[in-house]
């Protein structure tokens, strides 16, 4: 080959190589042709079809998916938090709601839950005797640890995060939306469940919404630990799924239409 051929060869090879390794370091950016147009079908999406729920004729009521912890009949679903083996201890009134018999303990749920919705009556006392956190106490604790108050908050004033509607110590309800003793009220509550890394450090807090009476108290706050009478809340062990209890603190309160969808 001579000199001049050699360069010619060269030049052509640089030329290859340049157009292949163009071709593999090209960046993606899109052709510059226009691209192909959307269409309504592109979005789209039908599979798989979204499971059909039927809805209670009654607002309030249980769709046909849930699992109804209490509609007058028994506490089958209950048991004694003072002893799990026990049926739970307190008072069916007729046939229609269950009342707090205070001081025999909380009662909670056989079955165990985490992600929920849930939706649960409570009336305070008829005869208004006390007041504060005295009159009407209870509360709903989800996995058995985070607790929204249930309290007669009409025209009863004590700390805003211990009222209806509170996540007890931890957040006041956005408004106080509470009927008069005599009435009943309703709770219906999204509940997200804490999340937890393998080495037991919390990923993610707990979450909760909640409507009172139909009327949003908590916008899915963050809940920041474990319900405390006393000291700051925090998330000191991590855990599964668990139980739903609601308290015995003392005094009456009566629950009713009580059912809850696994999320
Ligand atoms: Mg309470």
């Not at 939706?119 to 929204?148: C, M, T, W």
């Not at 009927?179 to 469940?193: F, G, M, R, S």
């Not at 108290?217 to 920041?224: D, E, G, L, S, Y």
């Amino acid at each position: 080959m001579n000199l001049k051929n050699y360069y010619t060869t060269l030049f052509v090879l640089f030329i290859c190589i340049g157009n292949v390794s163009a071709q593999f370091d090209a960046p993606n950016t899109p052709p510059e042709e226009s691209p192909m147009p959307m269409k309504p079908e592109m979005t789209e999406i039908w599979e798989p079809e979204v499971t059909v729920v039927t809805p209670a004729d009654i607002l309030g009521d249980a769709p046909s998916d849930a699992i109804i912890l209490f509609d007058g009949k028994n506490l089958d679903q209950w048991v004694s938090q003072k002893d799990v083996s026990q049926a739970a201890p307190w008072k069916i009134v007729d046939g229609k709601f269950f009342e707090v018999v205070p001081n025999t303990g909380g009662i909670q749920t056989k079955m165990k839950f985490g992600d929920c919705q849930l939706h649960i009556e409570f009336s305070a006392p008829d005869e208004v005797k006390f007041s504060g956190q005295g009159r009407g106490n209870s509360g709903v604790f989800f996995q058995n640890r985070y607790e929204l108050q249930v309290l007669d908050s009409y025209q009863n004033r004590t700390y805003r995060n211990g009222q209806a509607g509170s996540i007890y110590k931890d957040h006041a309800p956005l408004v106080n939306a509470m009927k008069p003793p005599l009435e009943w009220n309703t709770y219906d509550v999204i509940y997200t469940a804490p999340r937890f890394k393998p080495n037991g450090v919390l990923e993610s807090p707990a979450r909760i919404t909640v409507l009172h009476n139909g009327v949003l108290v908590q916008n899915n706050a963050t809940i920041n630990g474990l319900t405390k009478y006393i000291g700051l809340h925090d998330y000191p062990e991590s855990h599964g799924e668990d139980v739903i209890s609601l308290q015995d603190h003392g005094t009456t309160a009566q629950f009713r239409n009580i059912w809850i969808r696994k999320l």
